[in-house]
Structures are given as C-alpha cells and as structure tokens.
C-alpha cells in the first residue's frame, strides 16, 4: 500500500512564501510522476504543477514563475515552492502520484494541507 503525506501548509501574508511537502511511502512501488492539485472553497480542484520522472515540469497559467515544483534525490518527496503568494492561492494543496505497484498504474492522493494567504 502505497500513501501520500503532505505538509507545510499554513497562513501566510500576501507577498510571502511557503513550501509544502508530499511525501510518499510503501513498498516496491515506482513513481511516474508527482504533482499539486488546489482546491479553494467552491471552486473545482485544478493542477497547480507537475513533475515527471524524466524530470520535466509543467504548471498552471497562474502559477507560472511564482512557484516550483522539485524533487529530493530518492524521487519519493515532491516540493511546491510558493513565492509572492496571493489571496486567491488560498486552498487546500492536495498531492498526487502516478504510481506503479506490481506492473500496475494509478493515481494516488493526499489528504491535503491548506493553505491560507492574508491580505
């Protein structure tokens, strides 16, 4: 069994920063790519950014050159650097993987940690 464990969410001021973690866990298991998905009050969840294990990244619009997504050299544990954080960043950041166990793909997801940005 495989899991994802965030953390790092918090109440910044707008203009702040912040990093989140997402960590995962289990046995024989590969990670084909990470990524952060928000979720704000009323609103759909949507992709914030997106990692693979070749190492390329994608990211959301409103996002673009404020945050980072990186990994640590075991590939287990994706980072979300938040730099001039906003209001509207506010939301719970959920984690997610594409995970292979045992010759066989699907997505896992964490249990989230929020985020909340003052202005």
């Known amino acids: 069994q495989v899991q994802l464990v965030e953390s790092g969410g918090a109440l910044v001021q707008a203009g702040g920063s912040l990093r989140v973690s997402c960590t995962a866990s289990?046995?024989?298991?590969?990670?084909?790519?990470m990524g952060w998905y928000r979720q704000a009050p009323g609103k759909e969840r949507e992709l914030v950014a997106v990692?693979?294990?070749?190492?390329?990244?994608n990211y959301a619009d409103s996002v673009k050159g404020r945050f980072t997504i990186s990994s640590d050299n075991a590939k287990t544990t994706v980072y979300l650097q938040m730099n001039s954080l906003k209001p509207e960043d506010t939301a719970v950041y959920l984690c997610?993987?594409?995970?292979?166990?045992?010759?066989?793909?699907?997505?896992?997801w964490g249990q989230g940690t929020r985020v909340t940005v003052s202005s």
């Open positions: 289990g046995s024989n298991f590969r990670i084909k790519t």
């Open positions: 997610n993987a594409l995970i292979e166990v045992a010759a066989i793909s699907r997505l896992y």
């Open positions: 990692s693979t294990s070749d190492g390329s990244t």
